[in-house]
Nanobody, 126 residues
Framework: HVQLVESGGGSVRTGGSLRLSCAASAIGDTYNCMGWWRQVPGKRREGVATIDGDGSTVYADSVADRFTISKDNNNNTLYLQMNSLKPEDTAMYYC?????????????????????WGQGTQVTVS
């Protein structure tokens, strides 16, 4: 069983930066795909970025030139560097992990394949 704990959220001004972290309790072999999703109350969950075991990434168009997803396999930690933040980035951000096969299905479009989810960290941009 994989436990995911997000941190790094907070309040920031428009144009500012934040780095989210997601600490995973299990080794990386348990899952080959990780990602970040976000959700605003009353709206559908939105995929932000994913990264597979080979380091291939997928980004939502709205964040592709501002956010960077990365992972540290030695520390079982996933990151999301968020720059040039906008008010529309305000949301609860969730980390997810899954054993996704084939690897090409590791994507922001396949949230249903991610079996493990964190509790979320709030990001507010004003």
């Amino acid at each position: 069983h994989v436990q995911l704990v997000e941190s790094g959220g907070g309040s920031v001004r428009t144009g500012g930066s934040l780095r989210l972290s997601c600490a995973a309790s299990a080794i990386g072999d348990t899952y080959n795909c990780m990602g970040w999703w976000r959700q605003v109350p009353g709206k559908r969950r939105e995929g932000v970025a994913t990264i597979d075991g080979d380091g291939s990434t997928v980004y939502a168009d709205s964040v592709a030139d501002r956010f960077t997803i990365s992972k540290d396999n030695n520390n079982n930690t996933l990151y999301l560097q968020m720059n040039s933040l906008k008010p529309e980035d305000t949301a609860m951000y969730y980390c997810a992990a899954g054993a996704v096969l084939p690897a090409r299905w590791c994507s922001i479009e396949t949230a249903g394949l991610f079996g493990y989810w964190g509790q979320g960290t709030q990001v507010t941009v004003s």
